[in-house]
């Protein structure tokens, strides 16, 4: 059981450069979350999907964009990079519904963009 | 509106001293708050939840709802407490917020030696 899986690690692109972050858990978990954690600024939400096929913005979806084919996985796609995207990303997962519940974090993406 | 107050940036303590991470919270129902850690190179986990009322690595939080505060303590701080601390509370569900945590802005606590 491997919880939530991130990949890469690690990441330096270029201005206008895209990419995908990837996320998968082996928990059967429902819900699914991406957060940006900027230093002194705590974690922000980025998306997040309460079911293959559904998912809503969060507090920062602006160049962002996910989807949820399937109840495993939930990338994070950075269509043109900026140097304001340069943050740690972190993938969390969750089993129930309101908020009550405990989430489950990926090791998280280190992305600067220069 | 709701929100999660940890006032201190950075917390400094020696190994043996008594350590206490402030958290308050503003909340129009009845909370279920968490804390959770974040030690160096590691992935965030939980440390401990409200409704669990229990102690973890010699943590405890009482939530004290007069002065909407949910502070984490340790009566003796570790070398191994060094992390970075947050404080989280769910949402009232009906505020439109369904579906994800309130978090504060964490607290990195530093045990010295």
């Known amino acids: 059981n491997a919880g939530v899986t991130q990949t890469p690690k690690f990441r330096i692109l270029k201005i206008g450069q895209s990419m995908t972050l990837q996320c998968t858990q082996d928990m059967n978990h429902n819900y699914m979350y991406w957060y940006r954690q900027d230093p002194g600024m705590g974690l922000k939400l980025i998306y997040y999907s309460v079911g293959a096929g559904i998912t809503d913005k969060g507090e920062v979806p602006n160049g962002y964009n996910v989807s949820r084919s399937t109840t495993e996985d939930f990338p994070l796609r950075l269509e043109l990079a900026a140097p304001s995207q340069t943050s740690v990303y972190f993938c969390?997962?969750?089993?129930?519904?309101?908020?009550?519940?405990?989430?489950?974090f990926g090791s998280g993406t280190q992305l600067s963009v220069l | 509106a709701q929100r999660v107050t940890q006032p201190e940036k950075l917390l400094s303590v020696f190994k043996g001293a008594p350590v206490e991470l402030k958290c308050n919270y503003s909340?129009?129902?009845?909370?279920?708050l968490f804390w959770y850690v974040q030690y160096s190179r590691q992935r965030l986990q939980l440390l401990l939840r409200?409704?669990?009322?229990?102690s973890i690595k010699g943590f405890t939080a009482d939530l004290n709802k007069g002065e909407t505060s949910f502070h984490l303590k340790k009566p003796f701080a570790q070398e191994e407490d060094s992390a970075m601390y947050y404080c989280a509370l769910p949402p009232f569900l009906n505020a439109g917020n369904n579906r994800k945590l309130i978090w504060g802005l964490g607290t990195s606590l530093a045990v010295n030696p």
């Open positions: 969390a997962s969750s089993y129930s519904l309101g908020g009550n519940e405990k989430l489950f």
């Open positions: 409200h409704i669990s009322r229990e």
């Open positions: 909340y129009s129902g009845s909370p279920e």
